[in-house]
């Protein structure tokens, strides 16, 4: 379902507020759940606007940018931690892989791992919702 369509030169928090309170008149109640990617304007925007939706971050923009951040012949088995983190049983569990992962390539992929630690909590809110209801 397409609720918006709208053309911008930016995804700055101005713009993308006038769009959700654009949502918000046509009656659009607040979401249960909103996955964004990293855009911090909307980001910021959705925190205004709905701060009780639960944010999900969108995994699938992320590994072309990690993926930048790491040497070619580095990245099969970096990525294989990455998924096997973002699989994890829990938030705990996703946490503690994510630690891992930073401890062991710190060194060596400082810009991979900081962007593992950017939005660290929406990257993992879809376990909670699969532990939780038992379904996601």
């Not at 959700?20 to 925007?45: E, F």
């Not at 809110?125 to 699969?130: A, F, G, I, N, R």
């Amino acid at each position: 379902m397409l609720l918006s369509l709208s053309t911008a030169k930016s995804e700055s928090y101005a713009r993308c507020l006038e769009v959700l309170r654009d949502l918000l008149k046509r009656g659009l109640q607040t979401p249960v759940t909103i996955t964004t990617d990293g855009a911090s304007g909307l980001t910021k925007a959705l925190d205004a606007i709905w701060p009780k939706a639960l944010r999900l971050r969108w995994w699938f923009p992320k590994r072309p940018n990690l993926q930048q951040k790491v040497p070619p012949q580095a990245w099969p088995e970096f990525k294989a931690l990455v998924v096997d983190m973002r699989d994890a049983p829990s938030v705990a569990e996703a946490e503690r892989r994510r630690q891992g992962i930073v401890t062991r390539y710190q060194r060596d992929f400082p810009a991979a791992c900081r962007g593992l630690l950017e939005d660290a909590e929406a990257k993992s809110k879809h376990m909670t919702l699969v532990h939780s209801s038992g379904k996601l």
